[in-house]
């Protein structure tokens, strides 16, 4: 029985897949970006993903530098079979664009550039030597654990040759120009084929859309207003003080001045050449019972690293942006506020990608909603002295008090853990189960820098942490350190968020589903099996389905429900990962 479901979903799912080629992938030009780093291929990243283009997973990416190297570029082709846009290495790396051009004939390329090859070593030099605090050495390099160990120094030889210092500026400027000059010449004979964009330049957003065919309501790159804020900043030396960031994303001051807490030891360090080591996003909107508390609990950090305090207020009605403007002027070497005129939860924009990543400095990320706060002095400090420590594991998290405010129910458990103690955990722990409060985050800034775009408001908490575990396990510590508080005026208590929650949670599972590791789709598949019969029973279709699409996608994503066989197959995928984790 099981042998004739299998052939009858494949037939199905080779049909499906064929249709929805036809229908919505006629265009399908594979689009590169061989420009070299820091040329605003960061900008370019996020436009592809705004703009709704698949782009190529950089950390699988990244790993091809040994095939670069080798001079072995089939990986490579064949890995630009897994989207449709990509960017950074190895496809910026010099005479790759030779082998893709060769395989893609019909592919797109934008060469990023900078306004001088000055410009763009000052740019890149300033930004490694924020990671380090320094200038970066070759043997800094061999043993920097980006990627795998030496990842770091094996890039540089292979960009800018043997032995080539990282601060060698003249040997780096020609490297440079050299790959723009030869991109050009090999493109010229190619019209309609190569863009030379500057990202910074007043027009470049038109012209990355007139030359993609992309129809945006944008009108600007999502970092393009952050770069001329630091433009801006970088004329104003010696000079500190907060920043203040309005809905557009434009900075009013520099970030200079002392990261450290109100609760650490004084530092005499220059604080304007020290960048924070950890972002801390705080989330608000109508908080002013509880905003106090949520601020104070994090200005009250001990901490041996600098760190900087986002605070992003959504429009509150209430005395919120006062509270925030008070802490700000008492402490404006920490406190980053973000007001926004209109809601933006409500409009549909996910403030953290849209308003709040542009403006992160630090190393590792934390969030706090304002209606939640941490009591561990040393919060942060453990964490950073655990990730600085387990380099393997893209981000921590913890235990947590729960308090319920009156007109909440109280649960008698509210995160049900995989285990006890401080353990470690996989995409397969928290897709079973959510047990993971985001006031207990601390995430490398890389690793949520490249999550894909989302402006599905329904459980973008949990898509947030599954994302985070696709690219890497977690860890879980016992100590309590943070308060959650639930109460009637949270966000999942919102009732414009409960009517949508099905159609959200069905966007959710979609979106998660082109992340996922391989081995755990089918199970994600079933869960988006269990939507669409939901539907079809109610006879409520999401935006843009119809009845028969729904059918059909609940047969390929699941077809043993057909024959009442569902929960079994469901239960046979956990006993094979059960096993596969047994035996690992």
């Not at 001079?71 to 790759?96: H, L, W």
């Amino acid at each position: 029985m099981l042998h004739v479901v299998n052939t009858i979903k494949r037939i199905l799912r080779t049909a499906w897949v064929n249709s929805r080629y036809a229908l919505f992938h006629r265009n399908t030009s594979k689009i590169f970006c061989i420009g070299f780093n820091k040329t605003g291929t960061t900008s370019l990243y996020h436009a592809l993903l705004r703009e709704g283009l698949k782009v190529g997973d950089q950390p699988t990416a990244e790993r091809l530098l040994a095939s670069y190297v080798d001079g072995d570029f089939d990986p490579i082709v064949e890995y630009c079979k897994t989207a449709r846009a990509f960017q950074d290495v190895p496809f910026s790396m010099p005479n790759t664009y030779r082998h893709l051009y060769h395989a893609f004939p019909d592919a797109k390329f934008i060469l990023s550039v900078r306004d001088s090859g000055d410009q763009w070593y000052e740019s890149q030099l300033k930004f490694a030597a924020k990671r380090l605090g320094r200038t970066p050495t070759l043997e800094d390099l061999k043993e920097s654990e980006y990627c795998w160990k030496g990842w770091s120094y094996r890039y540089h030889q292979a960009v800018f040759g043997n032995g080539v210092e990282f601060e060698d500026k003249q040997a780096k400027i020609h490297t440079y120009e050299q790959h723009i000059a030869d991109v050009q010449i090999f493109f010229r004979d190619k019209p309609g084929q190569l863009l030379v964009l500057n990202v910074g330049e007043e027009g470049a957003f038109s012209k990355f859309c007139q030359y993609l065919g992309i129809r945006s309501k944008h009108t600007a790159f999502p970092w393009a207003k952050r770069t001329a804020s630091l433009r801006a900043a970088e004329a104003v030396q010696g000079s500190t003080g907060a920043s203040t960031v309005d809905s557009s994303g434009a900075s009013s001051v520099d970030r200079l001045g002392t990261y450290y807490g109100v609760g650490s030891v004084a530092s005499t360090v220059d604080s304007s050449k020290v960048p924070p080591r950890v972002s801390v996003v705080v989330l608000t909107c109508n908080h002013e019972l509880y905003i106090h508390e949520t601020l104070e609990g994090i200005v009250t950090q001990q901490t041996n690293f600098p760190f900087e305090v986002i605070v992003h207020d959504d429009a509150s009605s209430d005395r919120t942006p006062d509270i925030i403007k008070e802490y700000q002027k008492k402490y404006p070497h920490l406190i980053k506020p973000i007001f926004q005129t209109e809601n933006q939860w409500f409009k549909g924009v996910n403030p953290i990608s849209t308003y709040i990543f542009p403006h992160v400095s630090g190393e590792y990320i934390a969030f706090c909603e304002g209606d939640d706060y941490w009591t561990d002095p040393s919060k942060l400090q453990k964490q950073v002295d655990f990730m600085d420590h387990h380099p393997d594991y893209t981000f921590c998290s913890h235990d947590v008090h729960m308090k319920y405010e009156d007109g909440v129910n109280v649960k008698e458990v509210f995160y049900i853990k995989p285990a006890v103690g401080s353990f470690s955990f996989t995409f397969l722990d928290e897709f079973m189960n959510h047990f993971l409060a985001t006031a207990t985050l601390l995430v490398r800034r890389k690793v949520a820098m490249d999550m894909p775009v989302t402006n599905n408001m329904i459980s973008v908490e949990i898509y947030s942490m599954l994302y985070f575990l696709s690219r890497g396990n977690g860890y879980y510590m016992e100590d309590k350190m943070v308060v959650k508080r639930r109460n009637p005026g949270g966000i999942t208590m919102n009732l414009a968020y409960r009517e949508n929650i099905s159609f959200g949670q069905y966007r959710l599972w979609n979106e998660v589903l082109a992340f996922a590791p391989i081995p755990y789709k089918k199970l994600i598949r079933c869960k988006i099996a269990e939507y669409q019969r939901q539907f079809i029973k109610k006879r409520s279709f999401p935006s843009g389905t119809h009845f028969f699409g729904l059918l059909m996608g609940s047969i390929l994503n699941n077809p043993y429900w057909f024959v009442g066989l569902s929960e079994r197959y469901r239960q046979s995928l956990l006993k094979t990962f059960a096993r596969q984790s047994f035996h690992s």
